[in-house]
């Protein structure tokens, strides 16, 4: 089965840029979606299709893809930024599943 | 707004089965796909099932055995997901999600029901 690797964890401090890299075996042939996650609230969608952001997040969210990389890149990043994030792909390579990165804590310090 | 609400979680013994359900409002629910994803204390997402729009394309997560089955009604905007043979590793909360078709982003997502596998 596909499988999509995070860094448990990125601290960064208010106003400076967070990187959240998802890495899967030429993941750069798949549409990668990110969720963010904070507690006792619903998951939010902030970026899909690996750079397109939904109506309503800010453009500090920004998304890549290539290779055996994605990324997701917070600029300017705020204290209501800290969260759980996750990556999030369709792998139709070995039956039809969807698969969730295990998840990076941003920390703003 | 855009909204899916779940309920039906609570508190079963391990074996037991249990019906979640998720009613849409707020949008042209036999359009969209739907899914449900869970995520256990402590843990990460995991994705469970999905169900096209018209129901003719069915999906599971690898880890159910066959023991989830996932149905909708586009009269009543409902998806449900119907679980048996309950353990405790299926303890979470059990989010629905819509998403544009299979394969594509969940973009809208309920706030959850927990369900608890516990003697």
């Known amino acids: 089965s596909y499988v999509l690797t995070q860094p448990s964890s990125v601290s960064v401090a208010p106003g400076q840029t967070a990187r959240i890299t998802c890495e899967g075996n030429n993941i750069g042939n798949k549409n990668v979606h990110w969720h963010q996650v904070k507690p006792g609230q619903a998951p939010v969608l902030v970026v899909y299709d690996d750079k397109d952001r939904p109506s309503g997040i800010p453009g500090r969210f920004t998304g890549s893809n290539s290779g055996n990389t994605a990324t997701l890149t917070i600029s300017r990043v705020e204290v209501g930024d800290e969260a759980d994030y996750y990556c999030q792909v369709w792998d139709s390579s070995s039956g039809h599943h969807y698969v969730f990165g295990p998840g990076t804590t941003v920390t703003v310090l | 707004e855009e909204k899916l609400v779940e309920s039906g979680g609570g508190l079963v013994k391990p074996g037991g089965s249990l019906r979640l359900s998720c009613v849409a409002s707020?949008?042209?629910?036999?359009?969209?796909?739907l899914n449900w994803v869970r995520q256990a204390p402590g843990e990460g997402l995991e994705w469970v099932s999905s169900?096209?729009?018209?129901?003719?394309?069915?999906y599971y997560g690898d880890s159910l055995k066959g023991r989830f089955t996932i149905s909708r009604d586009n009269a009543r905007n409902a998806v449900y997901l119907q679980m048996s043979s309950l353990t405790p590793e299926d303890t979470a909360i059990y989010y629905c999600?819509?998403?544009?078709?299979?394969?594509?982003?969940?973009?809208?997502w309920g706030q959850g029901t927990m369900v608890t596998v516990s003697s």
């Open positions: 707020g949008f042209t629910f036999r359009r969209y796909s």
């Open positions: 169900i096209s729009d018209k129901s003719d394309y069915i």
């Open positions: 999600a819509r998403g544009a078709g299979i394969g594509h982003a969940f973009n809208v």
